[in-house]
């Protein structure tokens, strides 16, 4: 059984920044690749960034060079360091898992969810 859970949103300023969290439990760390989606409100999940077995990392252009997706294996636990935070970021948070390999980053990809973590930007 693969149980993920998530900790870390709230609510900051334009500007500000978030580290979001992520433990893994049961056979999570199994998986081949795990990742971080969100998903406003009227919008489709999308992927945000993603992290493989090796430690390669993918990252959705919207977030790119602002935002730090990381793993550390002893604590079977899942990062993502958000800085330069924008409005548009405001969403709810996920993290995810997956048996594919690489670092997916379409929802279709992955097979385990977390219940998801609130992240509000205001300006």
């Known amino acids: 059984q693969v149980q993920l859970v998530e900790s870390g949103g709230g609510s900051v300023q334009a500007g500000g920044s978030l580290r979001l969290s992520c433990a893994a439990f049961?056979?999570?760390?199994?998986?081949?690749?795990m990742g971080w989606f969100r998903q406003a409100p009227g919008k489709e999940r999308e992927g945000v960034a993603a992290?493989?077995?090796?430690?390669?990392?993918s990252y959705a252009d919207s977030v790119k060079g602002r935002f730090t997706i990381s793993k550390d294996n002893a604590k079977n636990t899942l990062y993502l360091q958000m800085n330069s935070l924008k409005p548009e970021d405001t969403a709810m948070y996920y993290c995810?898992?997956?048996?594919?390999?690489?670092?997916?980053?379409?929802?279709?990809?992955?097979?385990?969810w977390g219940q998801g973590t609130q992240v509000t930007v205001s300006s």
């Open positions: 049961g056979y999570a760390y199994s998986m081949s690749s």
């Open positions: 992290i493989d077995s090796d430690g390669g990392t």
């Open positions: 995810a898992a997956s048996g594919w390999v690489g670092y997916p980053m379409r929802p279709y990809e992955y097979n385990y």
